[in-house]
């Protein structure tokens, strides 16, 4: 090719612009550079010290929430283990960690999570937290390469709102998305290594149910038996450690944080589920439940109809991705992270077949919406993050089914995508 060809042609930017359009890539841009600037504007302030503790200037701690993982590991590894769910000795510990008065964090976990977070209290606290927030983030933004072969994957990965909020506060959201597309990725092809991945997500009982749910209703048996095997060999690893006494004091800690849910102590406009949102309007508790409950059936209904069918992993990844959050009535913009998943999957697919109508309005809806539903809410009292979520799901359908319909009506070119993807030097995902 001569240098005059080489230099007409278009840059990455340029194709995708072109791709896109005009003014949707200009959405685009606006969007990616608005979340870069959150992301780097949340974690300065977050982590700007303000000696002698382990504080910022406004006096909040360095890590914030991590806090409580690195105090209710190192109370495990002193021998008291069912201390962590004593909200006066772990108050004690995370003023010893911080040294300086902070905000109470509450732990909330089952037993067996201090025993895998055991070697951060091993750690400095600060290097506890650096390990905890960048090696599942390392993870995931190589992860993120394999569902989108292209740079744009791993960026769009980091500086997605949900993955800032989770950097910021400390939390565990990129974790739980590390296990979950780490996990699926695994499925076909080493389906026991999928369940030994998967099982680990029963740290978060609420949101492994609907990944168990749709292994069950894919009917891989293997990764589901092998996922249940690691949920009950942790938790019987953490009775015979530690005893019962901290199981005894999980449940009890378990209903007080359903206490705090339905009395609003828990912030109901930093969460993203159907029950806070419905709270928050100011809708009655078994109303709130009602309304939970409905959604939660509505997307298991769905998630049932997508992974019954064998086909490419991807949009299906995709669909069980979305759900999660419209499951389970404690979700914080944080655990969405997850949902990134999805948003690379709808955007690769439009940007190799087209957009469809709405789907470039969802795919920003969905992009601002673990930030921009928390101010929003935090403004106005109503909390539309669960509505933007099903509006995801419900382009993420239109776009499974009518495709597996046109597939359907032209079974002879199917065989055209593997191969196009292996010249590509990538799997159809």
Same mark, same amino acid.
């Given at each position: 090719?001569s240098?005059?060809?080489?230099?007409?042609?278009?840059?990455?930017?340029?194709?995708?612009s072109?791709?896109?359009?005009?003014?949707?890539?200009?959405?685009v841009f606006?969007?990616?550079?608005?979340?870069?600037?959150w992301l780097?504007g949340?974690?300065?302030?977050?982590?700007?010290?303000?000696?002698?503790?382990?504080?910022?200037?406004?006096?909040?701690?360095?890590?914030?929430?991590?806090?409580?993982?690195?105090?209710?590991?190192g109370?495990?590894?002193?021998?008291? *283990?069912?201390?962590? %769910?004593?909200?006066a000795?772990?108050?004690?510990?995370?003023?010893?960690?911080?040294?300086?008065?902070?905000?109470?964090?509450?732990?909330?976990?089952?037993?067996?999570?201090?025993? &895998?977070?055991?070697?951060?209290?091993?750690?400095? %606290?600060?290097?506890?937290?650096?390990?905890w927030?960048?090696?599942p983030?390392?993870?995931?933004?190589?992860?993120?390469?394999?569902?989108?072969?292209?740079?744009?994957?791993?960026?769009?990965?980091?500086?997605?709102?949900a993955?800032?909020?989770?950097?910021?506060?400390?939390?565990?959201?990129?974790?739980?998305?590390?296990?979950?597309?780490?996990?699926?990725?695994?499925?076909?092809?080493? *389906?026991?290594?999928?369940?030994?991945?998967?099982?680990?997500l029963?740290?978060?009982?609420?949101?492994?149910?609907?990944?168990?749910?749709?292994?069950?209703?894919?009917?891989?048996?293997?990764s589901?038996?092998?996922?249940?095997?690691?949920?009950?060999?942790?938790?019987?690893?953490?009775?015979?450690?530690?005893?019962?006494? *901290?199981?005894?004091?999980?449940?009890?800690?378990?209903?007080?944080?359903?206490?705090?849910?339905?009395?609003?102590?828990l912030?109901?406009d930093?969460?993203?589920?159907?029950?806070?949102?419905?709270?928050l309007?100011?809708f009655?508790?078994?109303?709130?439940?009602a309304?939970?409950?409905?959604?939660?059936?509505?997307?298991?209904?769905?998630?049932?109809?997508?992974?019954?069918?064998?086909?490419?992993?991807?949009?299906?990844?995709?669909?069980?991705?979305?759900?999660?959050?419209?499951?389970?009535?404690?979700?914080?913009n944080?655990?969405?992270?997850?949902?990134?998943?999805?948003?690379i999957?709808?955007a690769?697919?439009?940007?190799?077949?087209g957009?469809?109508?709405g789907?470039?309005?969802?795919?920003?809806l969905?992009?601002?919406? *673990?930030?921009?539903?928390?101010?929003?809410?935090?403004?106005?009292?109503?909390?539309?993050?669960?509505?933007?979520?099903? &509006?995801?799901?419900?382009v993420?359908?239109?776009?499974?089914?009518?495709?597996?319909?046109?597939?359907?009506?032209r079974?002879?070119?199917?065989?055209?995508?593997?191969?196009?993807?292996?010249?590509?030097?990538?799997?159809?995902?």
């Amino acid at each position: 090719m001569s240098a005059t060809a080489e230099s007409n042609a278009p840059t990455p930017v340029a194709a995708q612009s072109g791709a896109l359009g005009r003014s949707r890539f200009a959405l685009v841009f606006t969007l990616a550079f608005a979340s870069l600037l959150w992301l780097l504007g949340g974690l300065a302030n977050g982590w700007w010290w303000h000696p002698p503790g382990l504080v910022n200037l406004a006096g909040v701690n360095i890590g914030r929430d991590f806090v409580a993982f690195w105090s209710a590991a190192g109370l495990a590894l002193s021998g008291q *283990p069912a201390s962590a %769910y004593d909200h006066a000795a772990l108050q004690a510990a995370e003023l010893h960690a911080i040294g300086a008065p902070v905000n109470f964090t509450a732990w909330f976990y089952p037993p067996f999570v201090q025993l &895998l977070a055991a070697p951060l209290a091993l750690l400095p %606290y600060l290097a506890a937290l650096l390990l905890w927030l960048l090696a599942p983030l390392s993870g995931l933004l190589v992860v993120a390469r394999r569902f989108a072969p292209h740079a744009w994957a791993a960026i769009a990965t980091l500086i997605f709102p949900a993955t800032a909020q989770c950097l910021i506060t400390g939390q565990n959201g990129i974790l739980t998305a590390l296990i979950v597309a780490g996990g699926l990725l695994q499925l076909e092809r080493r *389906p026991i290594l999928a369940g030994l991945i998967l099982g680990t997500l029963s740290y978060k009982p609420h949101i492994a149910a609907p990944v168990f749910a749709a292994l069950l209703f894919g009917r891989y048996w293997q990764s589901l038996g092998t996922a249940v095997g690691v949920a009950a060999l942790l938790a019987a690893s953490s009775i015979v450690i530690f005893g019962l006494e *901290p199981w005894i004091a999980f449940a009890r800690e378990s209903h007080y944080a359903t206490a705090l849910l339905e009395d609003g102590q828990l912030p109901w406009d930093f969460m993203a589920t159907v029950f806070a949102a419905a709270r928050l309007a100011g809708f009655a508790v078994p109303l709130a439940y009602a309304l939970q409950i409905a959604v939660a059936l509505a997307a298991l209904i769905a998630l049932y109809l997508v992974w019954r069918r064998r086909g490419s992993l991807g949009p299906r990844a995709a669909v069980l991705a979305a759900i999660i959050p419209l499951t389970t009535p404690f979700a914080y913009n944080y655990d969405l992270v997850v949902v990134v998943i999805a948003l690379i999957w709808l955007a690769r697919e439009g940007l190799q077949s087209g957009f469809r109508r709405g789907e470039i309005a969802v795919l920003a809806l969905a992009w601002a919406i *673990p930030v921009a539903g928390w101010l929003l809410a935090s403004w106005s009292h109503v909390l539309v993050t669960p509505i933007v979520l099903v &509006l995801l799901l419900g382009v993420l359908l239109r776009r499974v089914f009518s495709s597996a319909e046109r597939d359907v009506s032209r079974l002879p070119q199917r065989v055209s995508a593997p191969r196009l993807y292996q010249r590509a030097g990538s799997r159809p995902f």
